[in-house]
């Protein structure tokens, strides 16, 4: 038996977020009526002529600075042929060379070891449109062409064949969905086909340097689906190889249902396109000042915040791995950091009410932190009122269910509501008195040795003052009485 090794490389369409399309001015509003977003420029009507949008060449840009490219001052267009019913023009309008960034780098981390994965390029394109195959849950039996994505503006990333296990895979378009996040040039997001990947495998015997052939499988959307479908594809491969078959090089769909890959058709080359110069779209050359001015705008980025994080505030590397996985997380967590003078001491409580309470709330409504209803201010003054002894973290959790909901100050409902922590010890005392009278089995048990009885008492004494005493010196008390 032959021992094969994996390679993976992946070409990654990424949305530019922009509020109109890369050559025309149409919106790129996702979710609107099929249609509704087109002109005679993106549906190429005869003498209609592209304009490109700035903002799509700054983002493309700014990525390729974020990750260590060579950017390609002169910018320039061609022509990419192909024919297919969501393709108006039956040509792609893309970049040949130069692309706008050449040879950048990311850096993953699997299994506590790093690995430096090359890219070759970063490129401005133009998307097609979207055949419709099915409405709702039933399939129709022709297709329909929506046009509102045809002109949207794509930056194309292709990797070298450098990824070995679909663990890789996954953490490098994990670790890239973050940087472009941070960066604002585009919202990833794979639900809305706003970032699908073309995933090229091939396995070669262990020590080979020569690639095996190549498959892609097209247009993936999800990164279970694309771990899904390195795995099943590797091994499809290993056993063509071993019962004496040939791979050819082609493009393969993932059918997610069943769980396999399927042949479309043999895998087209450079040659296939006809790529020629965009005649419409004259080349031009991007000033240093323009390029350096991009290179100012970038912010700190994922890994560096997570330093930061860990150094700064004390955190372990798993809160502040979670507190950075989003430029929103991040910036409300250190927005509400902000309101506290002393910022180490309210960094890991703070950090727990994000990632528990508050992030629950927010998944089971499906809405992202930047549209809490509690405000980072808000949450900073409730973390702050545990941490003086105002209200206990049982009742802060009453305090913000009604925050959530009314998108109210802390303070003001700990005061209305009279829910401000009982810490004098005279009330306390009078009534443990009072609760160890109740209890007679329980202090018997507990001064028989069961020193988990005590926990029956200390129960009816937060009955008694409606869970507002001071946990700490109730128990505190308690055992003083108890033990004498």
Known sequence: MVNYETVVGLEVHMQINTKSKVFCECSTQFGAEPNINTCVICTSQPGAIPILNKKAVEAIVKTGLALDFNINKQCTFARKQYFYPDVPKNYQITQSEPPLCSRGKLTISVGGKEKVV??????????????????????LGYSLLDLNRASVGLMELVTEPELSSPEETLEFLTELKNIVGYLGTSECSMEEGKMRCDVNVSIRPVG????????????????????????????????VLESNGKLVQETRLWEAEEGVTKSMRSKEGALDYRYFPEPDLVPFDLPDSFIEELRKQIPELPKARKARFIKDYGLSEYDADYLTSTRTIADYYEGALNYSKDKKVLAKP?????????????????????????????LAKLVSLILNGTISGKIAKTVFEEMYEKSSDPETIVKEKELSQISDETVITKMCEESIAESPKAVAEFRSGKERAVDAIVGLVMKRSKGQANPQIVNRILLEKLKV
């Open 118 to 139: 090359n890219i070759t390029r970063i490129h401005l394109e133009e998307d097609a449109g979207k055949l419709v195959h099915e409405i709702g849950s039933r399939k």
């Open 208 to 239: 080979q340097k020569e690639l095996g052939a190549r498959v892609e499988i097209k247009n993936m959307n999800s990164l279970s689906g694309i771990r899904d479908a390195i795995t099943y594809e590797v091994e499809r491969q290993k056993e």
């Open 350 to 378: 703070l950090s727990n009410w994000i990632s528990t309470e508050l992030s629950a709330k927010l998944n089971a409504a499906k809405v992202c932190i930047s549209e809490s209803p509690v405000s980072s201010q808000n």
